[in-house]
């Protein structure tokens, strides 16, 4: 969902900001379009906060989160006088993914568990480039109606869904809401697997 979110953002930014706010925020495309890229980490950020809140690390989880309101605050101070509002953008991303990398070193340490066991982001993530490297030739992300965005969408949504069949990046639980038989031979010729099936109990 978060890499499928970033390539909607991407895709709709300009037209999202020019239909809400209108052309004279045209401005605030580019930070938008930054910030989208937090969305990768907010969506992993809960999960492993559950995790870390479910095997009794609560407190070390309460420290990398104030870690990353510091650092946030800094860089913001930093960074904001000379590169405005694109910059303080960068700055909250960066933020972002610094906790995320850091409860993932905290639940190796702790747990011994490595994200490999418990994450797999990257047919996700090329499934997001590879959607977005065919729409950006076609208009540059600038759809110009609610018609072209639809279709952008559309489009982006099936090319996503595609590449990340293609790469068995969908769990095979989610493959198994529609075709009951979890052991089809079908499903293993595509290669839907399960990535929780290896995790460390």
């Given at each position: 969902?978060g890499?499928?979110?970033?390539?909607?953002?991407?895709i709709?930014?300009?037209?999202?900001?020019?239909?809400?706010?209108?052309?004279?925020?045209?401005?605030?495309?580019?930070p938008?379009?930054?910030?989208?890229?937090?969305?990768?980490?907010?969506?992993?950020?809960?999960?492993l906060?559950?995790?870390?809140?479910?095997?009794?690390?609560?407190?070390?989880?309460?420290?990398?989160?104030?870690?990353?309101?510091?650092?946030?605050?800094?860089?913001?101070?930093?960074?904001?006088?000379?590169?405005?509002?694109?910059?303080?953008?960068?700055?909250?991303?960066?933020?972002?993914?610094?906790?995320?990398?850091?409860?993932?070193?905290v639940?190796?340490?702790?747990?011994d568990?490595?994200?490999?066991?418990?994450?797999?982001?990257?047919?996700?993530?090329?499934?997001?480039?590879?959607?977005?490297?065919?729409?950006?030739?076609?208009?540059?992300?600038?759809?110009?109606?609610?018609?072209?965005?639809?279709?952008?969408?559309?489009?982006?949504?099936?090319?996503?869904?595609?590449i990340?069949?293609?790469?068995?990046?969908?769990?095979?639980?989610?493959?198994?809401?529609?075709?009951?038989?979890?052991?089809?031979?079908?499903?293993?010729?595509?290669?839907?697997?399960?990535?929780?099936?290896n995790?460390?109990?």
């Open positions: 969902l890499f499928g979110s970033v390539v909607v953002i991407e709709g930014a300009s037209y999202v900001v020019d239909l809400f706010a209108g052309v004279q925020y045209e401005a605030a495309v580019t938008l379009r930054i910030l989208c890229l937090a969305l990768l980490a907010s969506f992993i950020f809960p999960c906060t559950a995790l870390s809140v479910s095997r009794g690390i609560q407190r070390k989880l309460v420290r990398v989160t104030l870690a990353m309101l510091v650092i946030n605050v800094v860089a913001n101070a930093a960074v904001i006088p000379r590169f405005g509002i694109s910059g303080c953008a960068w700055a909250t991303v960066s933020s972002e993914f610094v906790g995320v990398v850091a409860i993932l070193l639940i190796n340490r702790e747990l568990l490595r994200p490999r066991d418990y994450l797999r982001p990257m047919p996700a993530l090329a499934a997001g480039i590879g959607s977005l490297a065919v729409l950006w030739p076609i208009n540059h992300f600038r759809p110009t109606s609610l018609l072209g965005f639809c279709g952008d969408l559309v489009l982006a949504g099936l090319i996503f869904l595609v990340l069949t293609l790469l068995a990046g969908l769990p095979q639980t989610i493959q198994s809401l529609v075709v009951r038989d979890r052991n089809s031979r079908t499903l293993r010729w595509l290669g839907f697997r399960d990535p929780w099936v995790v460390k109990h």
